[in-house]
């Protein structure tokens, strides 16, 4: 059970050999830039992290490096580094209190870390809340939306958008909300449908990187889908078998540390 639980079951699997680029040691040769600035990628070597040139096929876009946060109570997280590709769909996976929740966090600009650097594109970047995260293209969609009740879906949806594609808005509610009218009071809903209206809500807004706290079950080949132009997904979860199904990537936390990663 617990962490070594889910450990054991990760190393049960069929896994690839590690390189979170296929290539060899020393990195493929190829040399990469996103919107004029150079990407790294991180070489999976021996469970060790190596700084190597960047692959076109794994372009890394968003990195938290060394990142701490503390309270006066207790540490929180104690010095995680990870490192998300472009297209991928990744799983934190762990216990109540394993750290999955802080670091999402942390990456949508709600929580600032005590240490560490956040790195978008290879920039370091600093979010004093998460209407900066959003400027830098990270929505996060969390477990209990906060929503109006008293108001319609489309309403909801017009909130924090600029410019409101009504029919962009009716395609995405048809596809996550079937059978829902946009004119349904959302305290009408569901725990499950206030949710999906919070992730089209968040698809309207054109995100690089979407955060999915605790989310309800999604299909497989939907997810998969929002990522064929380059989104980065993180699934914040402790469900194994729906992150196996669902994940290129899974992050086991636990005690604000980086436990495996498959």
């Known amino acids: 059970g617990g962490a070594a639980g889910y450990r054991a079951r990760l190393r049960a699997g069929a896994w690839g050999a590690g390189h979170c680029c296929g290539s060899r040691a020393g990195g493929c040769g190829r040399k990469a830039t996103v919107r004029g600035q150079p990407v790294t990628c991180h070489l999976l070597q021996g469970g060790e992290q190596v700084t190597g040139l960047a692959c076109q096929r794994t ?47 942390v990456i949508c600009g709600s929580v600032k870390p005590t240490s560490g650097t956040v790195r978008i594109d290879g920039r370091d970047v600093a979010f004093a809340s998460p209407r900066d995260a959003l400027r830098w293209g990270i929505c996060c969609v969390q477990q209990r939306p906060a929503l109006a009740p008293g108001v319609s879906v489309q309403e909801n949806l017009k ?3 600029g410019k409101f594609d009504g029919e962009r808005a009716a395609a995405l509610l048809g596809q996550w909300l079937a059978g829902r009218k946009s004119s349904t009071l959302v305290k009408e809903l569901s725990q499950e449908d206030r949710f999906f209206v919070s992730l089209v ?50 992050i086991l936390l636990q005690n604000g540390l980086v436990l495996e990663e498959k």
């Open 59 to 105: 372009l890394i876009m968003l990195e938290l490096v060394d990142i701490h946060v503390k309270y006066s109570y207790k540490s929180v997280l104690n010095g995680i580094s990870l490192a998300f590709q472009e297209g991928k769909i990744y799983s934190l996976l762990g216990e109540n209190g394993a750290g999955k929740s802080t670091a999402a966090r």
């Open 159 to 161: 909130l924090g958008q």
């Open 201 to 250: 809500n968040a698809l309207l807004k054109n995100p690089r990187v979407l955060i999915l706290d605790e989310p309800p079950y999604i299909p497989p080949e939907k997810l998969r889908a929002l990522t064929k132009d380059g989104m980065i997904i993180i699934l914040i979860t402790h469900h194994l078998r729906e992150s196996l199904q669902e994940s290129d990537q899974i």
